[in-house]
């Protein structure tokens, strides 16, 4: 299953990589750059297992402290 979300970041940055590396390493799964929408917001694709762990997974990263400012669901309808 995967789900796109996007993230504000709390020290905007440019590194694509990096931001899904850390964003991987903060939820526990997976996570694929999707989209730059500012310098401080992007579009992440999170890889779960199921939607329980996708749910986990966003919870961690709304809990990792210093990394981002928001992280919520693209409620727009995407193809994945």
Aim: charged letters at 20%; one cysteine or more.
């Amino acid at each position: 299953m995967n789900v796109r979300i996007l993230v504000k970041l709390t020290r905007p940055t440019g590194d694509h990589a990096a931001i899904a590396a850390e964003a991987s390493r903060q939820a526990g799964v997976a996570a694929k750059y999707a989209a730059s929408v500012s310098a401080a917001w992007h579009a992440l694709v999170l890889h779960c297992s199921d939607a329980a762990e996708c749910d986990l997974a966003i919870t961690r990263l709304q809990q990792a402290s210093g990394s981002y400012e928001a992280v919520e669901r693209d409620g727009r309808k995407q193809r994945l």
